[in-house]
């Protein structure tokens, strides 16, 4: 009971919060209500087709698409797809959230979603069309520019801060060990080269980053062993 009790404590939090409410001032409370109904029917809309779009992405798009232009080593090309992403998108920024769980789980870096997530927020297109019309051009391109800068800066700090082993969000699974038999592996590197952000070549022998497992599904793990055209993976 309690460990259910502490799963869902935010909820928790949030009905004392508005029991406090209603017995402190009702008329506070019946407004809280209505405001509560209104994002509730909202997200019914909008997050069927972001849970639709996740299954999709975590089903057919391959981790080293995801790796390759999102991971740590996707450069400058993984931030600037991560800009156009959240300043193309649509929605509320709650809706965000469920897509940029699956790319970390595919393999995306904490600074390429740190991106997503700001932008999401607060460059969207639609949101400096009307900042332009209402504030003035020379107002939008400042702001635009100060805030692309202080997300690259937020992005580089809590990558540094925050590591993935350290989100409590992803699924954990026991059975996520890879190891590398040493007597059949000839470092002919066809496996760093197909995945560079899980395996590397070290004093002349294949290192494994296990952290990365921890984000990738059964099906994506079993896909890791066989880049090894001698078997060596296991």
Not at 165 to 185: Q, V
Request: charge should be positive.
């Amino acid at each position: 009971m309690i460990k259910k009790l502490s799963k869902h404590k935010i909820l928790l939090i949030a009905i004392i919060g508005y029991i406090c409410v209603f017995i402190i001032n009702s008329e506070i409370g019946i407004k809280a209500l209505k405001e509560s109904k209104y994002y509730f029917l909202e997200m019914i809309q909008i997050l069927p087709p972001i849970f639709i779009l996740t299954s999709l992405i975590q089903t057919w798009v391959p981790t080293k698409v995801i790796v390759d232009n999102f991971g740590n080593g996707s450069g400058i090309r993984g931030k600037v797809i991560s800009f156009a992403i959240g300043s193309l998108s649509a929605g509320p920024i709650y809706a965000a959230f469920p897509v940029c769980k699956t790319l970390t789980k595919k393999g995306a870096s904490i600074d390429n979603i740190v991106i997503i997530l700001s932008s999401w927020a607060v460059i969207k297109i639609p949101m400096l069309i009307n900042e332009a019309k209402f504030m003035g051009v020379n107002y939008m391109v400042v702001r635009w520019v100060l805030t692309l800068i202080a997300i690259i800066i937020m992005a580089k700090i809590m990558k540094l801060w925050i590591k993935k082993d350290d989100l409590k969000t992803m699924e954990s699974d026991d059975n996520r060990e890879i190891i590398i038999d040493k007597h059949i592996c000839v470092l002919c590197g066809n496996c760093t080269r197909k995945y560079p952000d899980i395996y590397m070549i070290k004093d002349k022998e294949v290192i494994i980053e296990k952290t990365q497992l921890n984000f990738m599904n059964k099906d994506e793990i079993e896909e890791l062993k066989t880049c090894c055209p001698l078997g060596a993976i296991k």
